[in-house]
């Protein structure tokens, strides 16, 4: 069964200030680890797709990177707009075709203060 | 490009009554999957419908079905509601030329 933790639960940091978040994740054939931006009362907004280890994608102040049994979100320098709760999820070949289930961690409440 | 639409919003039920909640994915894609968020569990994988067959289900109870029609779009349904089943319900499409899943803005269910 594909499993996933995220690392902290909670993270507070000062505008500027910057930091990782961890994803751990043990999974039958890795097919893709995502990340997602979830804020109050929407849905998950996709950020990022990481399909092997050694892969690395950004997007402004956001990195994320993969190894073999772990992801890191690297955030440099947030904006009290990068609060939200971000959400790590897996997919694994044992779905065959089936590109719709994903395994979801419990994800990191980021809260970045002015 | 329009995303992936819910309706409705939100959704206020009584124990023992059923919702059907409607989900209209992104064009083109033509994989659509339902999750259950709530704040003990997280987001809980439901089941995954492709060109109108389910292809994946999972550990839900038989109350929670859903269909997909030919035009892509779905539909979940739980029966009996029960308290418990108060959550934010997320329809996610994907499809096209990637393995990503784009989610809608959710439906939230609220059982009285």
């Known amino acids: 069964e594909d499993q996933v933790t995220q690392s902290p639960e909670a993270l507070r940091l000062q505008e500027g200030e910057s930091s990782s978040l961890n994803c751990s994740y043990t999974?039958?054939?890795?097919?893709?680890l995502f990340w997602y931006r979830q804020d109050p009362g929407k849905g998950p907004e996709f950020l990022f797709t990481l399909y092997s280890a050694g892969e690395e994608k950004e997007k402004e102040r956001l990195k994320a990177t993969l190894t073999k049994k772990e992801s890191f979100l690297h955030i440099t320098a947030p904006k009290p707009e990068d609060s939200a709760t971000y959400l790590c999820a897996v997919q694994s070949y044992a779905g065959g075709t089936s590109y719709g289930k994903l395994t979801f961690g419990q994800g990191t409440i980021l809260t970045v203060h002015p | 490009k329009a995303g992936v639409t819910q309706t409705p919003r939100y959704l206020i039920k009584t124990r023992g009554q059923q919702v059907t909640l409607s989900c209209s994915p992104i064009?083109?894609?033509?994989?659509v999957s339902w999750y259950q968020q709530t704040p003990g569990q997280g987001l809980q994988f439901l089941f995954e419908y492709f060109s109108e067959t389910q292809r994946n289900k999972g550990n839900f109870p038989g109350r929670f079905s859903g269909r997909q029609f030919s035009n892509s779009r779905s539909e979940m349904n739980v029966s009996t509601l029960e308290l418990g089943d108060s959550a934010l319900y997320l329809c996610a499409s994907s499809g096209g030329t990637g393995v990503e899943a784009f989610f809608g803005q959710g439906t939230r269910l609220t059982v009285v």
């Open positions: 064009s083109g894609h033509r994989s």
């Open positions: 999974v039958s054939g890795l097919r893709g």
